[in-house]
């Protein structure tokens, strides 16, 4: 089921990437979701089922931040409207938590990168404590910044685990 969810968001991430006209970084994450479907087909078709399940839940959160990321603009302009900054700030808390989900699947089979990753981690999760701080005072436009902020860090080191994501 999660191959199925992982092809049909790759199909989508591909059709946005074209109707957009999205650069070489959106072409360069459908290579990257295509290679990890197909990896973890062959260690599926190989019996390695344990072994796949990582490489299709990295395609997965993958081709979902992709999409999240080439739509997000469109999204925030056209179709989400915030009924405050606290329902602002608690959709930047999801975007976050998915993003943090492909830093731990990407750790998950690759221990030997986490020395490159490990500085942006920290420096999101200083970020989001700060926001949460100022969340709790009620000062949620500056959390959404900060969560913001957080995210792209997150980016980053998605981006220097050798996992190229736009955004």
Known sequence: ARLASAR???????????EKGSGRESQEAARSIEQQIDEAQRLAAAGRIADARPLVD????????????????DTLVRSLHFANKR????????RNDT???LVQVLLADRQDI??????????????????????RRGDHDAAVKLL??????LVRAIRA???YIPG
Do not use: C, K, N, W
């Open 99 to 101: 993003h943090r989900m």
């Open 114 to 135: 986490a020395p490159m990753v490990q500085p942006f981690v920290d420096r999101s999760a200083a970020l989001r404590v700060d926001a949460e701080q100022r969340a």
């Open 8 to 18: 049909a968001l790759l199909v989508a991430q591909q059709r946005i990437t074209q």
């Open 58 to 73: 990295r395609a997965y959160l993958t081709a979902r931040v992709s999409i999240e990321s080439m739509r997000r603009g």
């Open 161 to 163: 685990g050798g996992l």
């Open 148 to 153: 913001e902020d957080a995210t792209r860090e």
């Open 87 to 94: 329902e602002e700030y608690d959709y930047e808390v999801d």
